[in-house]
Every structure is written in structure tokens, then in C-alpha cells.
């Protein structure tokens, strides 16, 4: 304790990178959202076409396909518009000749008018309708967040890195019904636990409460299965591709290895399975949680009051991420702090801010070498522990 008193905070200083930099009026930013918007609409057209492939069954249920078709008719549009716009401005050309080539291909497949019909329900599908409705929302919430109220303003959208943690953001949704099924798997070893009649007088309590103890049961399991990816030896190299990152924005939390993002799910669905709240409350954690976990990694300096003492904010959760010795191994909780403030391992200085991000040691930069990382790291310990044994 008394080393943190004595530690020395600094400021986190962010260089202007102007050549990842989008400026107004050079067509990088028409160039990229021609792209953007030109991938995602083929992507939609893809998921009206197959359905059944390509669309999340509990997903299906919350939102009308017609509706949105008006949206992917906008979308298409506004890709071909911005498209257009880059050879006006006669710069990235190439980004806007290739937004305006994907929305054709769009079109060319049937476009936004796509008759809409019923899905043969499987099992195990892409998540290609959560992936392009969570990217949409996330550019829309929170880039508007970290453009208007920004922690670093020199902190560029495409800073570095982002790409790998673009296709981790991709993978993570991509993979939605793979990880619910395994998800159910690891859950139904928890049958035996169920109790109807605990359920039924669960779902009688204030839809509120259920709200609060389903956030507690939630965070006491996550707290703790964090907690033990950063002391258990062997499990600390998976977590460590999450903290391998050192520029946090919304994109920032994807990072993490699949054995993580499983074991992850599977773990939380426990508490919620035993508890069994009502429709409505396990929606509105779902919720909760997802924009949380987008928000807590978010490069922004949005004021939370006498919240910040309450809920995982940005400000705590980048304290878990920095290499600065007192904030090493602290701020496990992804929902509330009570229980780093329970345990003791809560790291929260009045105003600062990390000044260093990632981990002590550095992990290979790219997707496939942070995959293999774990078992490469496991071999190693398995190698040193048996030459130990050895010089016996
Ligand atoms: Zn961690
Ligand atoms: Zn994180």
C-alpha cells in the first residue's frame, strides 16, 4: 500500500500519426466508408440469400428482416455515393472503386430486394447479422463517444493494430451459435443444481432486483475466472493476448484468445442458468453486459460521477490493462468493483490514468502467432519443469 502511495503517476503521451490520420476533404474518409459500407451490404445480401447459414436463430427473433432491408437499401447507396466521392476528390480512388465493386456484386445478387421467408433453424450457423448489426451500433455509439468526448484526442481510428483486432471483432461474432452450443454444453453439467421452485420465486422478485443479483452473481464468476487467468501459470498466456494491446479503443476488448472468449461464456451462462431471471432481465444484462465490455476499453473521457465508485468504467478497466507496477494483477471485475474493493485487489487513484499499456514481456503481433502462443508457452514450461527436475 504504501508503495502506491509513493508512486509517481504520469501522463500517457500520444504522438499525431498523421499518416493513419483521416482528414475532411482528402477522400481517406469517403474511401473507407465506401468500403465499409459496400462490404457489410454484400454481407447482408449474403444473409437474406441463406439464411439459414448465415443468421443467428436467437438473434432472428429480435429484429425484422423487412425493416431492415430499408437500411441495407441506404447502405448501399451511401456506399456507392461515397464511393463516387473519392474519385471527385481524386484520392484513395482504389478504396472507392473497390466500396463501389462490392456494392455492385450486392446488387448483382439481389441487392435489398431479397424476398423474405421463413428460416430452417440450425444448429450451428455464422453470425454474419450479429456481426454487421454490432459493428453498425459500435461505430455509431461508440466512435461518436471517442470523437466528441476523447481521453487521448491524438488517438487515430485506425491506430495500430486495429486490423488484427478487427478480424478478432469479426471471429467473436462470427462465432456467435458456436460458443452459445458450447455454452449450453458446459451449463447443462449444472442440471442437477436447478430448482424450479427457486426459479419460479426468483422471477416473482422486482424485475429490478433480479437485475441487481443476476449482476452480482455474473461479476462474482467473472471476477474470479479473471482473477485465476492471471495468477494460474499456465492459464496466463491466453489472457495475455487481451493484454497484449497498447492503444485501448472500442475495437481494443475483441482482442482475446478463442479458449478465453469460450471458457469466458461458458463460465457467466452458470450464475444466469441457476437463477433462471425472466425473458426481459436476462435480455437486459445481455445488453448491459455487451455495451459495458465495449465501453470499459473505449479511448474516452466521459465524466461517470459517483458511478465510477460503482461500475467498471473506462478509467478502471485501462488500469487493468497497464504495465505500471501498482496496477499489475488488479481490477478483475467486468461489471461492479465490490469485488476488487472486497478482495483487495482494486487499483483506482482519484484522477490519473495509465501512462503504459500491454504486458511486461511482448507477444508476437500477429493473429496466428497469438493463437499458437498459449501451447508455445506451454511447451516452454513443460520443457524448463522437466529439465528442473532433471538437474535435480
Ligand atoms: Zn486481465
Ligand atoms: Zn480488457
Given at each position: 500500500m504504501s508503495n502506491k502511495e509513493k508512486y509517481e503517476y504520469r501522463n500517457r503521451v500520444v504522438e499525431l500519426d498523421a499518416e493513419r490520420q483521416f482528414r475532411l476533404g482528402d477522400g481517406k474518409i469517403s474511401g473507407y466508408l465506401s468500403v465499409f459500407l459496400g462490404a457489410l451490404s454484400l454481407l447482408a445480401v449474403l444473409a437474406y440469400l441463406y439464411p439459414s447459414l448465415?443468421?443467428?436463430?436467437?438473434?432472428?427473433?429480435?429484429?425484422?428482416a423487412e425493416k431492415l432491408q430499408v437500411v441495407l437499401k441506404y447502405g448501399m447507396y451511401f456506399s456507392l455515393f461515397f464511393g463516387a466521392m473519392t474519385h471527385f476528390l481524386k484520392k484513395y480512388r482504389r478504396l472507392g472503386c473497390a466500396g463501389i465493386l462490392l456494392t455492385l456484386l450486392a446488387f448483382a445478387l439481389g441487392g435489398y430486394a431479397v424476398p423474405v421467408g421463413p428460416v430452417e433453424p440450425m444448429e450451428l450457423s455464422l453470425g454474419v447479422d450479429w456481426l454487421i448489426l454490432a459493428l453498425l451500433g459500435s461505430a455509431a455509439i461508440f466512435l461518436s463517444l471517442e470523437k466528441l468526448l476523447p481521453k487521448y484526442k491524438n488517438q487515430v481510428i485506425l491506430r495500430a493494430e486495429w486490423e488484427t483486432d478487427f478480424i478478432y471483432f469479426c471471429f467473436n461474432h462470427l462465432a456467435i451459435s458456436a460458443i452459445l452450443i458450447y455454452a449450453n454444453y458446459h451449463t447443462s453439467h449444472f442440471n442437477w443444481a436447478v430448482s424450479p421452485s427457486f426459479q419460479e420465486s426468483f422471477q416473482a422478485l422486482p424485475t429490478v432486483l433480479q437485475f441487481l443479483i443476476v449482476l452480482v452473481a455474473a461479476d462474482f464468476v467473472l471476477y474470479w475466472e479473471h482473477r485465476l487467468f492471471h495468477v494460474v501459470k499456465c492459464l496466463w498466456p491466453v489472457h495475455a493476448v487481451h493484454h497484449s494491446v497498447e492503444?485501448?479503443?472500442?475495437?481494443?476488448?475483441?482482442?482475446?484468445?478463442?479458449?478465453?472468449v469460450f471458457s469466458e461464456r461458458a463460465m457467466v451462462m452458470v450464475p444466469l442458468y441457476l437463477l433462471g431471471p425472466s425473458e426481459g432481465v436476462l435480455n437486459a444484462y445481455v445488453v448491459f453486459a455487451a455495451l459495458q465490455a465495449v465501453l470499459i476499453h473505449c479511448n474516452t473521457r466521459l465524466p461517470f460521477g459517483v458511478l465510477k465508485y460503482i461500475f467498471v468504467t473506462p478509467q478502471f478497466h485501462h488500469w487493468h490493462h497497464s504495465s505500471e507496477k501498482p496496477a499489475i494483477d488488479t481490477n478483475f471485475g467486468a461489471h461492479l468493483v465490490l469485488f476488487d474493493w472486497l478482495f483487495g485487489t482494486m487499483h483506482m487513484p482519484k484522477t490519473h490514468w495509465p501512462a503504459e499499456y500491454g504486458t511486461t514481456k511482448p507477444l508476437p503481433k500477429t493473429i496466428v502467432g497469438q493463437t499458437i502462443y498459449p501451447f508455445s508457452s506451454l511447451v516452454k514450461m513443460m520443457r524448463t519443469k522437466s529439465r528442473q527436475g532433471r538437474d535435480r
Open positions: 448465415l443468421t443467428t436463430t436467437e438473434l432472428r427473433k429480435a429484429y425484422d492503444n485501448l479503443d472500442w475495437l481494443a476488448g475483441s482482442r482475446g484468445h478463442f479458449i478465453q
